[in-house]
């Protein structure tokens, strides 16, 4: 298999025909990972695809690699999300396709908004490091309580709950258009890692 015969573009509305699957494969990658996610439904991965709003990987006329964004407090901040690939297309370098025209995608809609990313994944966060996010406090993050609402399907949230949606095990990363870091300045994700697993123990020992 080579990536060269996979198309990663944004997605059309026919591709929403996809959505249960997709679903399907982030919630059994989480589990495989053995960490949190939160869930979403097929409805609403759906209007993510039929709004303009996701990139999609196809291999022919099969759906192998997925991820989203969503607008918050106004446009003002763009969410990356979702990213997935199919277990029996991954170590191609499909996953940075896939991240680089979401990010992408979430310039050409939203040129002034910050993006940002909370995930547990070392694998996104190395990829949002190299396109020049760095790690943030939560509150650093939208204040959009719909936003938060979101991670109410994953199995940590109750920590987010506990900590006043000032930190969890998740990472969270920011890129700021109008602040780019140089290559050279950009985060080592390992260190990253390190830190939320920190926070793991600490919620262990509580």
């Known amino acids: 298999m080579d990536i060269k015969d996979i198309s990663v573009i944004f997605a059309e509305p026919d591709h929403a025909v996809h959505a249960q699957y997709i679903v399907d494969l982030i919630y059994e990658s989480a589990l495989q990972r053995g960490t949190g996610i939160a869930k979403r439904s ?36 763009v969410a990356t999300s979702g990213l997935i690939v199919d277990p029996e297309y991954r170590h191609l370098g499909l996953a940075a396709a896939i991240k680089e025209k979401t990010f992408q995608l979430a310039r050409l809609r939203f040129p002034y908004a910050k993006l940002f990313s909370i995930t ?5 966060m190395k990829l949002n490091s190299r396109m020049g996010y760095k790690p943030v406090t939560f509150s650093e993050l939208t204040d959009d309580d719909e936003f938060w609402k979101g991670c109410q399907g994953c199995c940590n949230y109750d920590i987010l709950q506990r900590n006043n ?3 969890c095990l998740c990472t969270g990363m920011l890129y700021d258009p109008e602040t780019p870091l140089p290559p050279n300045k950009r985060s080592n994700p390992y260190m990253m890692l390190m830190r939320s697993a920190i926070k793991k123990i600490f919620h262990l020992k509580r």
């Open 120 to 124: 547990t994944s070392l694998p996104v």
């Open 165 to 167: 949606r000032r930190m």
């Open 42 to 77: 097929p409805e609403y991965i759906a209007k993510k695809i039929t709004g303009g709003k996701a990139v999609v990987a196809m291999h022919g006329d099969r759906l192998v690699g997925f991820s989203y964004i969503e607008s918050w407090a106004h446009g003002d901040f």
